[in-house]
């Protein structure tokens, strides 16, 4: 089976009492061809999920990380970026991914690496 110059795979029809017919072989062929379509597009599909999650992953990211910059510029009275380099230079001596560092902070500000002050 091929779909777009790439082979998919193999379909075997087998008679038990004749040999195939022209009939039966274009019809093999009408089988094969929908079996390798059908095949082509559920890989295309299935890698367009995995983008689109990738994607989500990525924003989600990258918005909780702009909350976080903010947060920390008002908490420590800094510059954004000054707050990104702090963040940055947090997960990257700790070995720890960014975006992680940043759901720390949201999750609970009084711990994690940045506490907030307690009233």
């Known amino acids: 089976m091929r779909y777009l110059d790439r082979n998919l795979g ?6 038990r009492h004749r040999a195939q017919s022209t009939l039966d072989a274009r019809a093999g062929r009408l089988l094969a061809d929908a079996a390798a379509i059908g095949l082509s597009h559920r890989a295309l599909l299935d890698d367009l999920r995995s983008r689109e999650r990738q994607l989500r992953v990525a924003l989600e990211s990258h918005v909780v990380i702009e909350q976080v910059k903010g947060l920390l510029a008002e ?20 070995q720890v991914i960014l975006a ?4 720390a902070v949201v999750h609970d500000p009084t711990e994690g690496p940045f506490p907030a002050r307690r009233s």
């Open 10 to 15: 193999a379909l075997n029809l087998y008679h």
């Open 75 to 94: 908490r420590l009275n800094c510059t954004v970026d000054d707050a990104f380099d702090l963040l940055r230079h947090h997960a990257r001596s700790h």
């Open 100 to 103: 992680d560092v940043a759901r």
